[in-house]
């Protein structure tokens, strides 16, 4: 049973923009952090951002400043601003929702831990 459906990939040219959007299937997210990551072929899965449940959020560094998590104010839907792609952002991303204070720091794309989504191609043309 799919828990969290992700939308908003697609292709763009180099500097523009791209929004991400996972929206859970059974569940809210008031009570889970919510995050992130990427895996591009032939690297391994990258963390990229994470929402926790009080609204703090955390980058990695290669996203800093470029990437914006966010949520609707009824936690019904997850976002992932992406502004500025470069080139080495191309990847499939994956939301993932965990319980607080569960959220890996690594990861297998998808994992069997946690909840995940079925993953969103992002391509970014130069």
């Known amino acids: 049973q799919v828990q969290l459906v992700e939308s908003g990939g697609g292709s763009v040219e180099s500097g523009g923009s791209l929004r991400l959007y996972c929206i859970p299937s059974?569940?809210?997210?008031?009570?889970?952090?919510v995050g992130w990551y990427r895996q591009a072929p032939g690297n391994e899965c990258e963390f990229v951002a994470r929402?926790?449940?009080?609204?703090?959020?955390l980058y990695s560094d290669s996203v800093k400043g470029r990437f914006t998590a966010s949520h609707d104010n009824a936690k019904k839907t997850v976002y992932l601003q992406m502004n500025s792609l470069k080139p080495e952002d191309p990847a499939v991303y994956y939301c993932?929702?965990?319980?607080?204070?569960?959220?890996?720091?690594?990861?297998?794309?998808?994992?069997?831990?946690?909840?995940w989504g079925q993953g969103s191609q992002v391509t970014v043309s130069s």
């Open positions: 059974r569940f809210t997210f008031d009570d889970t952090d």
């Open positions: 929402i926790d449940s009080d609204g703090t959020t």
């Open positions: 993932a929702a965990y319980l607080p204070l569960f959220f890996p720091t690594s990861a297998v794309c998808p994992s069997d831990t946690g909840y």
